[in-house]
């Protein structure tokens, strides 16, 4: 699980360590809906019978068909004992139930889903992460097998703990990828995340042609209001213009709204046309010129999809995406301007791209994050 680079992945190597652990020629993990009272299933593992997937799309089931995870666990919990794995047979037998307690009610369902598998014993063990039950880890064998006994049930609390520490680290690794590709104050993503991505998009550019376009911001006159107002009322002009642009993003499948640092933030779509692209930034022109703070927004656009000649990396992009901002603030227009839409390669946005790094355009991009 250690290992793993996504939960899914994770929840897949625990369930097939558990099934080959167990002896089992099956294994799942399920996760407790509670607010859609639900069981559900997010890996199969091993003898996939019909109806079952690896990574099913929807398999789940009611929590009142197999009540223990919500009832049973609880009340032996009350009790003052542990969670603690049960057995069931498809004869309708359970042991290893815990300490004095009979098996779980509704205990019914698993064996109706036992014969019909043609399976003939499963072990059921509680998964608690955090204090609370999370889900279950099942491992079933064929009928005419050796059914599951009392060490089994023992073995499969062990194992269900130790997916549930796993979980837990999943979780922690999950929460660290996020905040690294994350920008702290308005929740989008980072100059990272912009460039891994477009990084990805441009390789799909040159292999098959996918359009790539980026959207480059400069929100006006944020400064203004930090001089004026304090930092803190400049925040939230910066959170309200991400909230705008998280909304105007969404208008483009799959696109990737970020803040690249100060007063600065950019768009990535990959796949929609240039024409689809400007029209959403000529909406986020029209909304940012609405807020209450600051004073509208700069944007200049690049995109494979215009006549802007080779892009060989994310860098020319960039540059071209950039002067088209730098000349729309030098304007103060209120609408986008597109590289390559004024004279293609003899646009004037494109020529001052171009500019040879010895001498570099006066104004510079990218200043350190706030």
């Known amino acids: 699980m250690a290992a793993a680079h996504t939960p899914q992945e994770s929840m897949g190597a625990a369930a097939e360590a558990a099934c080959r652990a167990l002896g089992g020629s099956f294994a799942a993990i399920s996760m407790w809906e509670r607010e859609r009272g639900r069981l559900r299933v997010l890996v199969n593992v091993g003898e996939l019978m019909a109806g079952e997937e690896r990574l099913p799309e929807d398999e789940s089931y009611p929590v009142h068909d197999f009540p223990e995870i919500a009832e049973f666990v609880h009340e032996h919990w009350a009790a003052g004992g542990e969670p603690h794995a049960w057995v069931e047979t498809a004869e309708g037998v359970g042991t290893g139930v815990g300490v004095g307690s009979a098996p779980p009610s509704g205990s019914w369902g698993r064996v109706a889903a036992l014969r019909r598998r043609g399976r003939g014993s499963c072990v059921v063990a509680p998964i608690v992460l955090h204090g609370r039950a999370w889900g279950e880890l099942y491992v079933a064998?064929?009928?005419?097998?050796?059914?599951?006994?009392?060490?089994?049930?023992?073995?499969?609390?062990?194992?269900?703990?130790?997916t549930a520490a796993g979980l837990a680290q999943t979780e922690r690794l999950e929460e660290a990828r996020r905040l690294a590709f994350t920008d702290p104050l308005t929740g989008l993503g980072n100059r990272r995340a912009v460039d891994i991505r477009l990084d990805e998009a441009l390789?799909?550019?040159h292999a098959d042609g996918t359009v790539v376009s980026l959207v480059v911001c400069d929100l006006n006159g944020l400064k203004r209001v930090n001089d004026t107002l304090g930092h803190a009322v400049g925040d939230r002009l910066l959170e309200r213009f991400g909230s705008l642009l998280s909304i105007c993003g969404a208008m483009l499948p799959g696109a990737l709204v970020a803040r690249l640092g100060g007063d600065e933030f950019c768009l990535l779509g990959v796949g929609p046309p240039a024409d689809e692209v400007v029209r959403v930034?000529?909406?986020?022109?029209?909304?940012?010129?609405?807020?209450?703070?600051?004073?509208g927004v700069a944007c200049g656009i690049a995109s494979t999809g215009d006549p802007i000649g080779p892009v060989p990396s994310a860098r020319r992009l960039f540059r071209l995406a950039d002067a088209a901002q730098?000349?729309?603030?030098?304007a103060r227009s209120q609408k986008p301007v597109v590289a390559g839409r004024d004279g293609g390669a003899e646009d004037a946005v494109i020529r001052l791209a171009d500019t040879s790094p010895a001498h570099p355009p006066e104004r510079r991009r990218f200043r350190g994050r706030r």
Not at 287 to 293: H, I, S
């Open 141 to 162: 064998r064929p009928a005419g097998r050796p059914v599951f006994d009392r060490d089994d049930a023992d073995f499969a609390t062990v194992l269900a703990s130790v």
């Open 203 to 205: 390789e799909a550019y």
């Open 281 to 295: 930034a000529d909406e986020l022109c029209r909304r940012a010129a609405e807020l209450e703070l600051g004073e």
């Open 326 to 330: 730098y000349r729309a603030k030098a």
